[in-house]
């Protein structure tokens, strides 16, 4: 790593910076236009369903597929200064009468103290009937005993006296107690109460709505809060009424909606009126109509020409921390893609909203986004220290690349040349295996061909003669046979375990079969053979194929065993394992060799090849079977010294 490439890698990491920053910039400034243009254009539209909805709220209207404008608190519609929804605001912008508050008399005290801690209703009851006989009881305390006569009518479930009692109350003018702020909505509230108690469900509806008109067609709102709680109520306990109708459903739960946000927007309103005219009287501090106006924690939107038409106004309350985390998460997404630029987006307090303040890093740019005046971006110098960091680690992380590069050339040129020579090792076996096998299968067919041409022509007179051919060409024929089948089982092997017929059987009295069928082989040849068959030493396979197995490992030892010589044979049970084993005295193994003596094809030495026929697929075929029945193969061998093939299988019970 030259001291030149160093000085490239910080020429070209500064360069890269610069770049980097500008674009980011561009970006922040493109993405807050863009999702500010979004909130501006659903605020279009959510005030255009506004100016649609029925100018009445007894007419109900549509407001269920109104949609709230996320960042947006309340959107206010004005046309020539006139205020045009909430409609309702139009009229009600006055906060109402005051009203003196009343307080209780001794008497009064003590009687809802002993309300209060369960004393007894009849005689609580007793006691305020009888007050009004006193004439020194002023209006106050008149009042104040006809509300406890009829919380107690209530309280007993006596509906009907607590109705003769609270409509005149309620015809009265608005009176102000000392139990609420507002009495006349108590009042309502404990009559639609009242009406539910007594299941008179269509009664209760219609006097939700004469309540409902009668405070349209007031002058002047008195208090909301409890206004909006009433109706709240109401409309919520008529949606549960069971027998509603879907269209009566559908209507409660428009008016609920719209009453509900009219209300709301009309709170909003009568608490920052004074910042409210001063917006709409203002002119648009920008060329597309859209300005911005904060007092305290306060922020409007105002919208006018030419975002919308003619002399419509929209004045929208912002809701500061929703319309902060819309923002900031369009901008963190941008943000990601450039993590390597250090920069911050700060508040008008100065409180950090994005990115991060570096401690000793130089300001590059400061810039105020549109739209939003309390937000400052600000883009800082990169340190040398860490542009001197990044040179080094991009110059390792290249050598890295190019050295990684050359290894993994190396190791590919490498397996592929052992794979190569893999693959001409397996063509030579299997060109071996046919010239092996070609020549297996002519030499008994010469001999069955030229005795029985001898036999068919009459050349042979003699009954011995005839009886000797007759059993050298059986012999040819069973070795034919047995190379026929070694070359069928390999095929059926290469199928898989779906080739398998699987069944329980005794491995013993298989192995047995084997071992009759092969003894005269070995005898006549001179070997002397030591058995051990357990009985009942049961495994779950398939009987071809490990008569199979068995039969490739006997005929080797017989094979590859030179007389005098011995064989033994093993078939027992041992814990949980049902065991297999051949041992011989014969030529034995080269530790070199018995790595490969299971593969495909493979036949030890050529000299022993030479000696002794074979396709090279015996012990193949018993590492096939051996791994399809989950059974373990061992092999203990030394040359000259003879072999120990032992598998170990399942036992079954």
Known sequence: MSFRN???????????FEENRASLQKELEDALEREQAKIFQETKAASLFLYELPKSLLEFGNAASFKDVQGIEAIFLFNNGTLVYPDISSKLLSTGRSFSDTKPTLVEKALFQTEREGGDLQEIQYSRETLPRFPLLQLDGQIQNALGLIRLAYKSKQYNRALRMLIPLENGPSLKGYLHSNLTRSLNLLHFEILVKMKKHQEAEEY??????????????EDIPSTKFFFESAFTQILSFENLSQEKREAFW??????????????????????????????????????????????????????????????????????????LDKLRIVAQRWNNVPFSITDSRDSLLLGA??????????????????????????????IRKESRHRMLLMYGLLSFSLITVIFGSFFMLRFIVQEHKLLAMKANFLSSVSHELKTPLTSIKMFAEMMARGRVQKTEKVQEYSGLIGKEASRLENLIGAILNY?????????FKWEKLDFSVCAKKVFEAVEDIGVEKGLSFKTRFEPNVYVMGDYTALYSLAQNLIENAIKYTNAPGDIEINVYNEDDRAVFSVIDTGVGIAASEQKNIFNDFYRVGDEMTRSTKGSGLGLAIVKRVAETHKATISLSSKPGKGSNFTIRFRKVE
Not at 285 to 293: C, E, H, L, M, P
Not at 357 to 382: H, M, R
Not at 491 to 499: I, K, L, P, W
Request: with cysteine; hydrophobic share 35%.
């Open 6 to 16: 160093i000085q490239n890698e910080n020429y070209l990491i500064q360069k890269n």
């Open 208 to 221: 939700c709505l004469a309540v409902l008109k009668q405070f349209l067609q007031e002058e002047r709102i």
């Open 254 to 327: 428009n008016l609920r909606s719209n009453f509900n946000r009219q209300l709301g927007y009309t709170d909003i309103l009568v608490k920052n009126k004074d910042l409210f005219q001063n917006v709409l009287a203002s002119d648009p501090t920008s060329k597309d109509g859209i300005s911005f106006r904060s007092e305290g924690n306060v922020t409007l939107l105002k919208m006018s020409y030419p975002m919308l038409s003619g002399n419509q106004v929209v004045i929208a309350k912002i809701n500061n921390d929703t319309y902060r985390e819309r923002i």
């Open 357 to 386: 303040v570096p401690d000793s890093a130089n300001i590059l740019l400061q810039t105020t986004f549109n739209g939003i005046p309390t937000w400052e971006l600000s883009l800082y110098e990169k340190d040398v220290g860490e």
């Open 491 to 499: 095929t059926r092997m290469e199928h898989g375990t779906g080739a």
